[in-house]
């Protein structure tokens, strides 16, 4: 007996408004479509007619949480367009803001993950500490979400000394408390328990269905574009790419824990080594006709704008992708044989995004076409309920 | 593997199929193909040289025709394959057999720029609304947005 289950628009565990219908059996989802566009903005064809810098802003609204990873993977396309060379102290604090971002972007979903997996007390634990990163964003920056920081050509604020050296301190707590996270689960067996074994993307599926980020190193591809690729001054940074072969969401989990100590790491080497100069040069207003392609790693995952211009002040073309775009295909494949009760579980483990309003899934029995709603917090609680009992996830081990 | 290498290796495999082969930046490699050949490059990128992330396909309007950009990553550099389809025949094969990732981006492809894709395993709508009028494709350049008339319910008439 087959059912089909609607769940969205308005969606359990993401931001973004996507529809998904389940075919299932019993508890066992069998097969899962996804429809999108819910909340299609027309930005591709707006930033054709606005101007180049216009577009930074542009770009900076098409995420709240990445948005850093827009105006700088935008940014960093326009430079070469118009041939500039950033200088160095510019590239330094773009990166520096960028690992910032990195932190309260990983701590978020920790504690989205903490929350869908029934563990508040991480939850409000990881979101007090992601408030000393924002704090620093907010020094820095002068903003908490949208900086604003990024200009063709550099950055537009500088740092002082009192300021590194507030992050600085800063980042002994964050560190302190990160490595209380990561100790966590030794003491925390359950959450281990509803991590492990759900969600499950093979290797080999996650790079046929070209995932991206977290989502694809926890299926043990070593695929960084910091690294791979790299932009800005990570050529110059030492840092670790972090996988895990578990291939599930404790593996996504593990794999934001470990890049969160990179980031701590980076951090103070930029703090450390930040060159003395100018943070920007001046842009030229227009760009000669030409095409560029620009990949950052986003929190999320890799982030790409392929860029074409035409010798006037505003772009040809503007193609933007983002990461959890890269990630639906995989997400369909982890729903797969998953349990309905998984479902908040496994969105959550794609993309890091609040969900803070009370959100409802329909329910549609195929036989009637009956419908029932139910709320969120009972499809949590049943999702509680089920993995209780549940043996073969008991012997799992936190593996950090 | 460096870009020279992908560069030599593309002239002796493709041969005469990459019609231009340019290296703009490090790690930005474009080689422009027909659309015929499009498959048996994607294969080859696949199988041969490990590039099996398909990044995003980009579609950009050039008047007269399309140009279509297929963004390959692998650790190493970027390769990204160019093929021009004309605008009254807008017909794509699809690489949805070598790469299962493709699908969306295909999709968006057939929404926005209403090139059809041929064999793509599931060619609905994705991004467009329902009900959205026929022959409308958003990103040709001669799209216009018009906003329809705002129409309060129940308002001043």
């Given at each position: ?11 359990p ?36 007619q606005?101007?180049w ?25 326009v430079?070469k ?5 950033p ?12 690992e910032?971002?990195?932190i ?23 979101w007090r ?7 620093i ?24 000394e009192?300021?590194?050296?507030r ?7 964050l ?45 043990g591809v ?11 001054v ?8 972090c996988?895990a ?6 593996g ?24 003395a ?8 207003r ?5 095409e ?5 790693e986003?929190p999320?995952?890799?982030n ?9 002040d ?12 890269g ?8 729903l797969k ?23 409802a ?38 593996p950090? | 593997?460096n870009?020279?290498?992908?560069i ?16 703009p ?31 995003t396909?980009s ?8 140009e ?6 692998n650790n ?6 160019r093929t ?9 094969p699809?690489?949805c057999?070598?790469?299962?990732g ?17 064999n ?10 329902d009900?959205?009028?026929e ?17 309060i ?5």
């Amino acid at each position: 007996m087959k059912f089909q289950i609607p769940i969205g628009p308005q969606h359990p565990a993401l931001k973004e408004p996507i529809s998904l219908r389940m075919t299932v059996e019993g508890e066992v989802i069998r097969d899962a479509d996804i429809r999108l566009g819910y909340n299609h903005r027309g930005l591709e064809k707006l930033a054709e007619q606005k101007t180049w810098i216009q577009n930074i802003y542009l770009t900076e609204r098409i995420c709240g949480i990445c948005s850093h990873s827009h105006t700088t993977c935008y940014v960093q396309g326009v430079e070469k367009l118009m041939e500039l060379e950033p200088p160095k102290r510019g590239l330094y604090i773009r990166t520096l803001v960028a690992e910032l971002e990195r932190i309260h972007s990983h701590l978020l979903w920790l504690g989205v993950a903490g929350h869908e997996a029934g563990f508040d007390s991480f939850f409000m634990y990881t979101w007090r500490d992601r408030e000393i990163v924002m704090d620093i964003l907010e020094i820095i920056t002068g903003n908490r979400v949208h900086y604003g920081i990024n200009t063709i050509g550099g950055v537009r604020r500088d740092l002082d000394e009192q300021q590194v050296k507030r992050i600085l301190d800063s980042l002994d707590i964050l560190r302190q408390r990160s490595e209380y996270y990561k100790h966590l689960g030794t003491n925390e067996p359950s959450f281990v328990a509803r991590l492990a074994g759900v969600g499950y993307l093979s290797r080999e599926d996650a790079i046929a269905l070209c995932a991206v980020g977290p989502t694809l190193r926890a299926s043990g591809v070593a695929m960084d574009v910091r690294k791979d690729d790299p932009y800005a001054v990570y050529d110059e940074v030492p840092f670790e790419v972090c996988t895990a072969d578990t291939c599930d969401v404790l593996g996504r989990t593990v794999v934001r824990i470990k890049e969160l100590f990179q980031c701590y790491n980076i951090i103070e080497f930029l703090l450390k080594n930040l060159p003395a100069g100018p943070v920007a040069v001046r842009a030229p207003r227009r760009a000669k006709p030409n095409e560029v392609v620009s990949r950052y790693e986003a929190p999320r995952g890799e982030n790409i704008h392929y860029i074409k211009s035409n010798g006037t002040d505003k772009p040809e073309r503007l193609k933007v992708r983002a990461p959890t775009l890269g990630n639906y295909a995989a997400t369909i494949q982890m729903l797969k044989n998953g349990f309905i009760a998984d479902v908040p579980l496994i969105f959550a483990a794609i993309d890091p995004c609040i969900c803070c309003a009370e959100r409802a899934v329909s329910l549609v029995d195929a036989r009637t076409g009956q419908e029932k709603i139910i709320s969120l917090n009972s499809l949590k609680s049943l999702s509680l309920k089920l993995s209780a009992g549940n043996k073969r996830k008991r012997e799992a081990e936190w593996p950090l | 593997m460096n870009d020279q290498m992908v560069i030599d290796k593309a002239k002796a495999s493709l041969g005469e199929k990459a019609l231009d082969i340019t290296n703009p930046a490090p790690r930005r490699i474009f080689i422009k193909l027909k659309v015929e050949d499009l498959l048996t490059a994607v294969g080859w990128l696949k199988t041969e040289m490990g590039f099996t992330h398909l990044a995003t396909i980009s579609g950009v309007d050039l008047g007269q025709t399309f140009e279509l950009l297929y963004h390959f990553a692998n650790n190493y550099t970027c390769v990204n394959l160019r093929t021009e389809i004309p605008r009254d025949q807008p017909r794509l094969p699809s690489i949805c057999s070598l790469i299962p990732g493709a699908i969306l981006y295909e999709r968006e492809l057939q929404d926005m720029f209403g090139i059809i894709v041929e064999n793509i395993p599931d060619g609905r709508t994705l991004l467009l609304p329902d009900g959205w009028p026929e022959g409308n494709y958003p990103l040709r350049k001669d799209w216009k947005y018009e906003r329809p008339p705002e129409v309060i319910p129940g308002g001043k008439k």
